[in-house]
Structure formats: structure tokens, C-alpha cells
């Protein structure tokens, strides 16, 4: 069993930064791949960007590469989303997620957490 804590939301003007961050309990945390997804109202979730168990894979949805990136602590049973240059649309509940090994761009994650509200001001 995981159990997943973000932190880190809230609200910024357009062009601003947020750093997102997930801790994960348990000792296996550097078994798990991880995943960020966000779901804005109406809408429904989708994949942001995901990260390997080593770290030595990243992938990223076409809308945030170049802009937001995924890295992970698993000394510190952590992943972070760092995300420059926001946009009004990137407005969202973000979500971390968690999955044995293999990254996956879909919400098939055994685990996920209960989300922080991200909000960009145009």
C-alpha cells in the first residue's frame, strides 16, 4: 500500500512558476513509477508528465514539454513537478499517482493522491 500527499498548489499570475511535490509513504517507493495528471472542471483527468522508478525515464504531454518538469527523491520518498511559465489553461487539480516499474502516459496507476489546486490569473 502507498499513500500519496501532495502539496504545493495555489495561485499564480500567468508566466509565474509553481513547484509541486508528492510524498509517498512506505519503503518501496523506489519501486514505483509516478505520474502527475490534473483535471480541470468539466473535464476529464489527464496525464501531465510521469517518471520511472530509477528516474532515467521522463515523459511529458505535448501541452507542458518544455515548460513543467518531473523529477523524484527517493531518498526523501518524494516527486516533484516543477512548472515554469504557466498558463491560464494549465489551470487544474493536480494528482500524483503511483505504479509498479513501468511509466505509463495513462491513469492506469494503482495509487493516487487527493490532489492540489493549481490556479493561473491571466
Known amino acids: 500500500q502507498v499513500q500519496l500527499v501532495e502539496s504545493g498548489g495555489g495561485l499564480v499570475q500567468a508566466g509565474g512558476s509553481l513547484r509541486l511535490s508528492c510524498a509517498a509513504s512506505?519503503?518501496?517507493?523506489?519501486?514505483?513509477?509516478m505520474g502527475w495528471f490534473r483535471q480541470a472542471p468539466g473535464k476529464e483527468r489527464e496525464f501531465v508528465a510521469a517518471?520511472?522508478?530509477?528516474?532515467?525515464?521522463?515523459y511529458y504531454a505535448d501541452s507542458v514539454k518544455g515548460r513543467f518538469t518531473i523529477s523524484r527523491d527517493n531518498a526523501k520518498n518524494t516527486v516533484y513537478l516543477q512548472m515554469n511559465s504557466l498558463k491560464p489553461e494549465d489551470t487544474a487539480v493536480y494528482y500524483c499517482?503511483?505504479?509498479?516499474?513501468?511509466?505509463?502516459?495513462?491513469?492506469?496507476?494503482?495509487?493516487w493522491g487527493q490532489g492540489t489546486q493549481v490556479t493561473v490569473s491571466s
Open positions: 499517482a503511483a505504479r509498479p516499474f513501468v511509466a505509463v502516459a495513462t491513469t492506469q496507476y494503482d495509487y
Open positions: 517518471i520511472s522508478w530509477s528516474g532515467g525515464n521522463t
Open positions: 512506505g519503503r518501496t517507493f523506489s519501486t514505483y513509477a
